[in-house]
C-alpha cells in the first residue's frame, strides 16, 4: 500500500494556537479559507515537516500560546500503523543530524510544495529582462532530479551545482581540475535533466494552454569558472538558462511583456509539475506530496479546470494537496472531484477576537447536495428555517446537476443568477415528455413546485410563514427523490 498521510495534528504553529487535527483519511485534501484564516499555516506545516534539513519549530510558534517551547509540536501519522512522528522544538526526524526517519527523507525528495510567490520568481522578477531561470531550475524545479555521476554514485542537479560552488579555488596558485570538472559534471546533468524535463513539459503545456505557446527547448551553453588574481574575480559564468518560449508559432523572448497573466501563470505552474514528474521515480510506495497554496490566482476560472484535469491525470500516485481563498473554485473543484472517493474537503475559518486569529476547521464531503441535505437534517431539531436554507440548497443542486446530467436544453442566460429554478423545472418537464417511462417523475416534479413559495423559497414573498418541520422533512425527501433520479437507469 502506498505511504499516505492519514492525520496532520498542529499545536501552537503559525495561525494555530491550539492543537487542531486534520484528517486526510489516506486521501488527497482541498482546504478553504480566507486571507489570514490560517489555511497557509498548514501548508508550511507541511513543506517544513517534509524536508532533509528542517527549520527550527520555534520559528513558527504562535505568540498567543504562552506554553513552555517543550508543549509544541506538528505531528503526523501515516497509514503504515507505526507510531506518529513529530515535529517539536528539539528534533527533526527530516535532519541528518539526529538521525533523520527514511520516511521523511524519502519524502523530501519527491515533495513538491509551491505557493503564489513561486510562480511569480518565475515570471516577474526579471523586470523587463529575458528570464533566466538557472537559479529556479538548479534550486527548484530540478534540484532533486537524479543525476549517476562517475564511479556510478548518484548526486541531484542540486548537489552537484552546490558541489561546483564548494570547489571555487582559495588561492590564486590552487589547481583548477576541481572546480572544472564540477562544472562539466553540472553542466551534462542539468542538459539530461532539461531533456527528461521536456516531454513533461510539451504534454502539461497543451492541456493547459493548448497548442498555442510552447517551449520547445531551452539556451543553456554550460557553467564556465573564471579564475582571476583578484578573489572578487573569481566568478562562474554562463549560469543563464532561458525558455525558448513561442507563442503560435512566433519566438517570445520576453513572455512577461507579451503572454497575459493566465498564460504566464499557466507557463510556470507547468515547468514546476513537468519538474517533479521528471525528477521522481515512477511507481513505488513512498509518500510523493504535492502541496499547491494559491497558486491559481492569475488564472480566470475557466483555466482553472484544466489544473483539475493535470491533477487527477498526472498525478494520481501523488497525495495531494490545494489550498485556495477563492470559495467559488473551492465548490468548482468539489464538483469536478466529487464522483471520486479520493478527496477530503475542508473549510479554515479565522473566529478569533481583537485581530487573533483563532482557526477552527469544518469539513466537507465531496458531494454538495449530501452535505446539504446532511445539514438540513441536522438543524431540524433545533433551527427549522436553517434546515429549510440548507434543504433549498439542495434543491438548486440537484436541479443543477440533474440539468447537467441528463443534458437538458436550458435557456441560456447571461448572468447564471436569472436562471432560476423554474427554468430548470420546466426543462425536466419537457424531457419527462420525451418518453412514457420518464412519466414517474412529473410526481416529482410536481411535489417541488407545490414547495417552491414554502420551503424550498422562503423568501419569494414578503409574509413567508415559517415552515414546519413535517414541511422541512417533506421536502428532503422531494429532494433525495429528484436526486435518485439522477442516475436511475431507469428513466434513461
Not at 590552487?174 to 564540477?182: G, H, I, R, Y
Request: hydrophobic letters at 40%.
Amino acid at each position: 500500500m502506498p505511504l499516505r498521510i492519514s492525520t496532520l495534528t498542529l499545536n501552537a504553529f503559525r495561525a494555530f494556537p491550539h492543537e487542531v487535527t486534520i484528517n486526510f483519511n489516506d486521501k488527497n485534501l482541498l482546504v478553504y479559507g480566507e486571507n489570514g484564516a490560517g489555511k497557509s499555516s498548514i501548508y508550511h506545516a507541511l513543506k517544513n515537516f517534509f524536508s532533509l534539513d528542517g527549520p527550527d519549530f520555534r520559528d513558527f510558534k504562535n505568540v498567543f500560546n504562552g506554553n513552555a517551547d517543550a508543549d509544541f509540536c506538528t505531528q503526523v501519522q501515516f497509514n503504515d500503523g507505526q507510531p506518529p512522528i513529530s515535529w517539536t522544538s528539539t528534533q527533526h526526524l527530516g535532519s541528518a543530524r539526529i538521525g533523520s526517519d527514511p520516511r521523511i527523507a524519502k519524502a523530501a525528495l519527491r515533495k513538491a510544495a509551491l505557493d503564489y510567490r513561486a510562480l511569480l520568481d518565475t515570471n516577474y522578477v526579471h523586470g523587463n529582462e529575458r528570464p533566466n531561470l538557472f537559479e529556479i531550475v538548479t534550486g527548484l524545479v530540478l534540484a532533486d532530479y537524479p543525476v549517476t555521476v562517475e564511479g556510478g554514485t548518484v548526486k541531484t542537479i542540486g548537489q552537484l551545482w552546490r558541489e561546483a560552488q564548494s570547489k571555487k579555488p582559495l588561492k590564486f596558485s590552487n589547481s583548477l581540475d576541481p572546480v572544472n570538472e564540477a562544472c562539466v559534471a553540472l553542466n551534462q546533468g542539468l542538459r539530461g535533466a532539461l531533456d527528461a524535463l521536456q516531454p513533461h513539459l510539451d504534454t502539461l503545456l497543451t492541456s493547459l494552454l493548448g497548442a498555442a505557446v510552447s517551449i520547445p527547448s531551452f539556451s543553456f551553453s554550460g557553467v564556465t569558472y573564471s579564475h582571476s588574481w583578484w578573489l572578487r574575480d573569481r566568478v562562474f559564468k554562463d549560469t543563464a538558462l532561458y525558455p525558448d518560449v513561442s507563442f503560435a508559432g512566433h519566438a517570445v523572448i520576453i513572455p512577461q511583456a507579451f503572454l497575459n497573466e493566465a498564460r504566464l501563470s499557466a507557463l510556470a505552474l507547468s515547468m514546476y509539475l513537468a519538474g517533479r514528474l521528471a525528477s521522481v521515480p515512477q511507481g513505488g510506495n513512498d509518500l510523493k506530496l504535492l502541496v499547491l497554496d494559491d497558486v491559481l490566482i492569475g488564472l480566470d476560472h475557466e483555466n482553472r479546470m484544466p489544473v483539475l484535469r493535470v491533477i487527477n491525470d498526472h498525478f494520481s500516485d501523488w497525495q495531494v494537496v490545494i489550498l485556495t481563498h477563492d470559495k467559488v473554485w473551492f465548490d468548482m473543484a468539489r464538483k469536478y472531484f466529487e464522483a471520486g472517493q479520493n478527496w477530503e474537503w475542508l473549510e479554515v475559518k479565522a473566529d478569533g477576537q481583537d485581530g487573533r486569529a483563532t482557526p477552527t476547521l469544518k469539513a466537507h464531503q465531496g458531494d454538495v447536495i449530501a452535505e446539504a441535505l446532511d445539514d438540513s437534517r441536522r438543524h431540524i431539531g433545533n433551527d427549522v428555517p436553517a434546515a429549510a436554507n440548507s434543504a433549498r440548497r439542495a434543491f438548486e443542486a440537484t436541479l443543477r446537476r440533474f440539468a447537467e446530467k441528463r443534458r437538458l436544453k436550458i435557456t441560456f442566460k447571461l448572468n447564471p443568477k436569472d436562471c432560476k429554478t423554474d427554468v430548470f423545472l420546466s426543462a425536466i418537464d419537457t424531457w419527462v415528455d420525451e418518453k412514457p417511462s420518464r412519466a414517474d417523475i412529473k410526481n416529482i416534479v410536481a411535489d417541488l413546485r407545490a414547495m417552491q413559495n414554502g420551503v424550498l423559497n422562503p423568501q419569494s414573498h414578503a409574509d413567508a410563514p415559517n415552515p414546519s418541520t413535517a414541511e422541512v422533512n417533506a421536502a428532503i425527501q422531494c429532494v433525495e427523490n429528484l436526486k435518485q433520479a439522477i442516475s436511475d437507469r431507469q428513466y434513461n
